[in-house]
């Protein structure tokens, strides 16, 4: 199992350091604790190896590893108005008038708390990597809302931890229009055949490609006519293959066959030990490969020189907060 497949990539701030020791005894007071009855959200820090009472920092080949968890509990929408329908009804049949604004509020409100309990339970993993020697910050989701969640909860548990999204000299979305136009990628990348063009006029137009060779004059033709990618599927070094987001989101991460041979097999731990190393080794020269592609790295928290988008929230069926 591939502990990344969505990323989000931050600049840890130079003057941070922590020994494993603090670091642990940081996120120790942000440990997880399972939603109460009544209650509708808890996150909170978890053992990555899955371990009870276990390490909540494991640090592999000098890599540290966090996992943040998310458990939340929702009511129906629908199952809600019923309720307080049937509420609001009573009422009225008893006294003869209608509950008022403020009063059908406080009902709702009730009418959630009494369900809550008997709501089900949605948890998210988001495994989270540390390279304190880069000084970079690797969050799985590709959702900047839970991402933006998790680094805010770092901040608090770690004394003088502070990130900026890593910006680029070209802005993505113009370096992936180039090398769809020339169809000269940067070296050690090639093209695939997945992208997504969007107009940026008031027409909102999209034009998505999946499956389908890129060096046509058609997707030449869309740029010229002012589309620009908003994605595109490539591949580095014939070892990963991923999708950019003109957000600078990488998505879809694969690593293909041969990358890592060896390493499965064994003990569950073993296996842990074996994903963490590869993903880590892997992605640790991709983002560096991938930085210089796009003119290299702006200066810490400086924009690119077209600034570029967030990355975008995707929706939960893309979304891969999953356990190691």
Not at 82 to 98: P, S
Not at 160 to 187: H, K, S
Not at 271 to 300: C, H, K, M, R, S
Request: proline share 6%; with cysteine; hydrophobic share 40%.
């Amino acid at each position: 199992m591939s502990v990344f497949k969505n990323v989000i990539v931050y600049r840890i701030e130079p003057a941070w350091s922590q020994t494993l020791a603090e670091a642990e005894e940081g996120l120790g007071k942000q440990r997880f604790e399972p939603c109460g009855p009544s209650q509708e959200k808890s996150a909170g820090w978890i053992e990555p190896r899955g371990e009870a009472n276990g390490p909540l920092v494991e640090s592999i080949d000098g890599q540290w590893l966090v996992e943040y968890m998310i458990e939340s509990k929702a009511v129906p929408g629908s199952v809600v108005r019923r309720k307080l329908e049937e509420r609001c009804a009573q009422i009225e049949t008893a006294t003869g008038r209608k509950p008022g604004k403020k009063e059908k509020k406080e009902l709702k409100e009730d009418i959630t708390l009494e369900l809550l309990p008997m709501a089900f339970t949605r948890s998210a993993r988001v495994a989270v990597w540390i390279d304190q020697a880069e000084r970079r910050l690797v969050i799985n989701s590709a959702n900047a809302a839970r991402a933006d969640e998790v680094v805010t909860s770092l901040v608090k548990a770690l004394d003088g931890f502070a990130v900026t999204p890593i910006n680029t000299q070209v802005e993505p979305a113009a370096a992936m229009a180039n090398w769809l136009l020339t169809q000269e990628p940067p070296a050690g990348f090639t093209i695939d055949r997945e992208c997504e063009l969007k107009a940026s006029d008031d027409s909102k137009a999209v034009v998505r490609y999946a499956k389908h060779p890129l060096d046509i004059d058609e997707v030449k033709q869309h740029i010229s006519d002012g589309k620009r990618p908003t994605r595109l599927a490539l591949t580095w070094d014939d070892r990963v293959s991923f999708e950019l987001t003109h957000g600078m989101l990488i998505r879809k991460i694969v690593f293909l066959e041969g990358t890592g041979d060896g390493a499965a097999g064994g003990k569950k731990e073993d296996n842990f030990d074996a994903d963490v190393a590869i993903a880590t080794g892997e992605l640790g020269q991709l983002v560096p490969a991938l930085l210089d592609a796009l003119g290299g790295e702006a200066a810490f928290g400086a924009a690119p020189v077209e600034t570029g988008a967030k990355p975008e929230t995707e929706t939960a069926a893309e979304e891969a907060d999953a356990p190691f």
